[in-house]
Every structure is written in C-alpha cells, then in structure tokens.
C-alpha cells in the first residue's frame, strides 16, 4: 500500500516516455527549422539576391549570440536557477520568436518596406567585430538577409537553451533508470526533422508552381509553435512530479561563479567538451554542404516535369516511408517476442531499401541526404540501453570516431571515382551517408550520458551550457573553413567564375570537396586520440564512464 502511496509520475515508464516524446518533438521542430533554408539556397539567391556569401552569413549568425556574447553560459545559469521547466517555456518562446522576425525577413511584405530601407542603410559596420572577421553583417549584405540573421542569432538562442534544458530534463525524468537509451532515443526522434527538412522545403517554396521561399519558413514557424505547446505541457507535468516527490526546484539552490571553476577544473569534462565540438563540427558543418558535395560528385539526370517523379505527390509518398523506416526500426527495440523484432527488422529494412530507390528515381541530392538519420533511429536506442546496462561509454567513442574517420575519407577519395556511374555513385553514397548518421548516434548515446558522472548534479545545467558552448565555437567556425577551403583549393573554377567562363549554375556543381573532406576526417582523428585518452583518465580517477548506468 506505501509503494502505490510514493509512486510518482517518474516510476511510470509510460509518463517517463511520454515526457521524453514531448521534448524530442519540440527539438525535431528546432532541428527542421535549423536547416530550413539549405534545401532551397538557389531559390534564396533568384528569388531575394542572397548569393552565397549571404546565404553563409546569415545561416552562421544561428551561433553568434551563443558565442560572443556568451548566451549559452547565461542560459545554464538560468537553467540552474529557475529550473528545467521554467527554461523549457522560455527556450521555446525565444525559438518562435526568432522564427517569426526570419520568416517576415523573407516575405513579400518586408520588401520596399520602412524596415527594409533601415537595415539597408545600417548595420553595415560593426566596430570591433568587424575588425576581428566575426561581424555577422557586412558592406552590401542584402537588407532581408540581416534581419533575417537576426532572427536566425535570436532561434539560435532559444534553440541551443532548449538543448540543454531537454538534457537536463532527461537527466531529472530519468537519472537511475534508462539514461543513456532516452538520450539517445530523443536525439534519434529528433533528428528525423533533418530529412523531414530536406524533403519538405523545396515542396512549400515550389508549391502550386509559384515560388514563394517565406512558406517554408512558415511552415517551420507553425512547428515552433507546436513545441512551444509541447514545452507548456511538459512545464505542468514536470511541475506535478515536483508536487509528488517534494522536491523544489533547481532554483533553490542558487549558481555560484565558483561552482564553474569546480567544472574547468575537471580534466574529465574537458575531455568530454573536446570530443563534443570535435564530432560536432564534423556533421553539422557537413551537413550545411552535403547536398552540395553529392551533386559534385553524382552524375544526376534532368527529370521531366510532367514525369510522376518530379510530382509533389511523390514526396508525400516518400516521406510515408521514410517514418514507416523511422517507426519500424525504433518499435524493433521495444519488441517483447522475438518473431514481432524480427518482423519490425524486416518491415524497416524493406521500407528503407524502398526509400533508397524513391530517392535515386527522384535525382536529387536533397532526397539522397535526406536518408542520414534513418540508420541512427534504429541502433541510437540500442547503443543507449547497452550502455545503461553495460557501459563501455568510452569506448563506444572511439567506435564512433573511426567511423567517423572511414566516412569522410570515402567521401573524400572512393566517391568522386563513381562519377558519371549513376547507379554505383548513389549506393556508395547512401551506404556512407547511412553509416555517417549512426557513427553520430553514438554520441547522444555514451557522450551526454557520460556528463552526470563527471559534475555534481546541482551545476549539471551550467555544465551543459559549457559543453554547449565550446561545440558552438566549432559550429561557427567550421562551415566558415570549410568554404574557405574550398575556394583555395578550387583557385581555377573560382577564376573561371569570376571571368565568367563558367556560369554560377556550372561552378555551383563543379567543386573539388577532397580538402575540406580530409579536413573533417582530421576531426574524427583527433577525437579518436582523446577518446584512448579519455578511456586512460576514466580508469585512473574512476569517473566510471565504462560502468553501466542502471545496477
């Protein structure tokens, strides 16, 4: 009678997981509205003059704030401070707010508006930043491309609160039980919202044959707007587990400057921070060029326009399939028999095999990128619950960093040998884009969990923000390298373009991507040899990051 008198929201596993599918749908929301635009750059720069540097520019202010006004470290302090749900709500609000000033940026409306002419005379010089190179505006920049910076820098905000508030939140909801699995799982569900991106932003900009690129972003806002009900619901829930458990919130115990320096001072939460941007900063940058460097590398065929392949009905049909993958995978793992697993397994794989081939037939590098999560969906959760139930976090980095290592160098050297074979080029490129996106799974699934053992729980919230924001410092500056290289390691197309021999349609598919290829895998190199040293430093002070979470 006492065990069902304490029994709390937290001991059900059906509310544990509901909460958990609340915060991954807020964060598949930020994740599609993350990378919004990068499906439809060529209708940016025809439609609203964005050309590239404007487009890089205004998709690189996401981390600016975070970065060099240290928002992310404030963000931790109020997650401390006030709590895990007050900070979700927050996070969520910031994130339509920013949303809504990126849209309008990019709606009819705003042009040869009052705010258009504003941004055209000012904010072309900023003092010191721009000194420094970091200036998120510049000299010419297009007036729908600053404000919609500004937007973008304001999601980025929110979006990386968010982050942090759902790892913290997970932490809380899940802390002694199946840790490592929910982490996993969330980031798995929420990175459905990359393909979902890739394969819906084109449709809303093209749709009914009129181009209009502001409903895509619309389409993302609508979805902001759903996780900030998603954030709302999970504040009341969360506020009842309190209720229950008599336990006050985190802002009780109040941030002290001093607690950061018992973090710094972990040589374990240095390493873990370091793996982080590494691994980081070679996805997601990659990710802001991947479309780009299949298209280099792929030989593509012209579709006809009146061909069922080219139609919006298509889509739907593909992105059906792409969540019987999604769903088929993840259920395998929760399967009690062993036939209904296997018959799960099945499904998926002849589901995705479907997907692959919709996506050759459609010739389009966005449709082939957008299959990068899907592998990750099924294993995330079984790499999260090996290591709640027997460890090796650390290990599984190093794993994950040779995949890491083998993914870029067979983009970088077997894929270019494929071009002009349009049928080995594709299976080449989906069997790595699919190893890729698992080799990534490892990280929500031994990385994040490892965090807890490394900090005390009361500053776990500024630990994160910390993490975060040394990962922010890569995202900012990586996408940056990466078209810098580019262009000094294509000095004679970037000539050609500039003399006009080639026009930019022409240029846009003709780049050498080895270099920067190489240079990312150099990442997944340097986070193999902190990942031997983190295994080294786990065994002589203990952290415990190879013991299991539950037992």
């Given at each position: 009678?006492?065990?069902?008198?304490?029994?709390?929201?937290?001991?059900?596993?059906?509310?544990?997981?509901?909460?958990?599918?609340?915060?991954?749908?807020?964060?598949?929301?930020?994740?599609?509205?993350?990378?919004?635009?990068?499906?439809?750059?060529?209708?940016?720069?025809?439609?609203?003059?964005?050309?590239?540097?404007?487009?890089?520019?205004?998709?690189?202010?996401?981390?600016?704030?975070?970065?060099?006004?240290?928002?992310?470290?404030?963000?931790?302090?109020?997650?401390?401070?006030?709590?895990?749900?007050?900070?979700?709500?927050?996070?969520?609000?910031?994130?339509?707010?920013?949303?809504?000033?990126?849209?309008?940026?990019?709606?009819?409306?705003?042009?040869?508006?009052?705010?258009?002419?504003?941004?055209?005379?000012?904010?072309?010089?900023?003092?010191?930043?721009?000194?420094?190179?970091?200036?998120?505006?510049?000299?010419?920049?297009?007036?729908?491309?600053?404000?919609a910076a500004v937007g973008f820098m304001i999601f980025g905000c929110g979006c990386e609160m968010a982050g942090i508030t759902v790892s913290r939140g997970i932490v809380k909801w899940f802390k002694g039980r199946e840790m490592a699995l929910a982490m996993g799982s969330e980031m798995a569900l929420a990175r459905l919202g990359v393909a979902t991106c890739m394969i819906f932003s084109p449709v809303f900009a093209r749709l009914g044959g009129d181009i209009d690129v502001s409903r895509s972003v619309a389409f993302g806002v609508v979805l902001l707007m759903i996780a900030l009900i998603m954030f709302i619901v999970y504040f009341f829930m969360d506020k009842k587990l309190d209720a229950q458990t008599g336990e006050a919130e985190e802002k009780d115990d109040p941030f002290k400057i001093s607690d950061l320096g018992k973090i710094l001072t972990s040589s374990g939460f240095w390493l873990v921070a370091l793996l982080c941007v590494l691994y980081y900063s070679a996805i997601f940058p990659f990710q802001k060029y991947a479309v780009n460097m299949l298209q280099c590398n792929l030989t593509f065929e012209g579709l006809d326009e009146n061909s069922f392949w080219a139609t919006n009905t298509?889509?739907?049909?593909?992105?059906?399939?792409?969540?019987?993958?999604?769903?088929?995978?993840?259920?395998?793992?929760?399967?009690?028999?062993?036939?209904?697993?296997?018959?799960?397994?099945?499904?998926?794989?002849?589901?995705?095999?479907?997907?692959?081939?919709?996506?050759?037939?459609?010739?389009?590098?966005?449709?082939?990128?957008?299959?990068?999560?899907?592998?990750?969906?099924?294993?995330?959760?079984?790499?999260?619950?090996?290591?709640?139930?027997?460890?090796?976090?650390?290990?599984?980095?190093?794993?994950?960093?040779?995949?890491?290592?083998?993914?870029?160098?067979?983009?970088?050297?077997?894929?270019?040998?494929?071009?002009?074979?349009?049928?080995?080029?594709?299976?080449?490129?989906?069997?790595?884009?699919?190893?890729?996106?698992?080799?990534?799974?490892?990280?929500?699934?031994?990385?994040?969990?490892?965090?807890?053992?490394?900090v005390d729980q009361k500053i776990i919230g500024s630990a994160y923000a910390l993490i975060f924001w040394i990962q922010n410092i890569g995202l900012w500056l990586f996408p940056l390298l990466i078209g810098k290289v580019l262009d000094k390691t294509n000095p004679q197309l970037v000539e050609d373009l500039k003399n006009g021999v080639i026009t930019p349609e022409q240029a846009a598919v003709s780049y050498d991507y080895t270099a920067p290829l190489v240079m990312l895998a150099c990442l997944g190199v340097a986070a193999l040899v902190l990942g031997f040293v983190l295994k080294m430093v786990d065994k002589k002070k203990g952290y415990g990051l190879e013991k299991p979470n539950i037992g």
């Open positions: 009678m006492t065990e069902k008198v304490n029994k709390t929201l937290r001991d059900s596993a059906a509310m544990r997981w509901m909460v958990l599918l609340f915060m991954a749908f807020a964060m598949f929301c930020s994740y599609i509205f993350m990378d919004i635009l990068s499906p439809i750059k060529d209708l940016m720069q025809s439609t609203r003059g964005w050309d590239s540097t404007a487009f890089g520019t205004m998709q690189g202010s996401e981390t600016f704030l975070n970065v060099f006004v240290f928002f992310l470290i404030f963000a931790g302090i109020i997650l401390d401070k006030m709590g895990v749900r007050f900070t979700a709500v927050l996070s969520g609000a910031v994130m339509l707010v920013g949303a809504t000033i990126n849209w309008y940026a990019v709606t009819e409306a705003f042009m040869g508006s009052g705010i258009e002419t504003w941004f055209n005379n000012n904010l072309n010089y900023i003092p010191v930043f721009d000194e420094l190179g970091i200036s998120p505006f510049y000299y010419g920049m297009p007036a729908s491309a600053k404000f298509v889509t739907i049909i593909q992105y059906c399939i792409m969540l019987v993958v999604a769903a088929a995978a993840f259920a395998s793992n929760f399967s009690k028999t062993k036939n209904m697993k296997n018959g799960l397994l099945v499904l998926a794989v002849a589901a995705l095999v479907v997907f692959c081939y919709m996506g050759y037939m459609r010739q389009s590098a966005e449709t082939i990128f957008a299959v990068f999560p899907l592998l990750a969906v099924g294993i995330t959760p079984i790499l999260g619950n090996y290591v709640d139930h027997k460890g090796k976090a650390a290990t599984m980095l190093i794993m994950g960093s040779l995949l890491l290592i083998a993914c870029h160098l067979t983009f970088a050297f077997i894929l270019p040998m494929f071009k002009g074979n349009a049928v080995g080029g594709i299976i080449v490129a989906y069997v790595t884009i699919l190893v890729l996106g698992a080799s990534f799974s490892l990280v929500p699934a031994s990385l994040w969990p490892s965090v807890p053992k490394l």
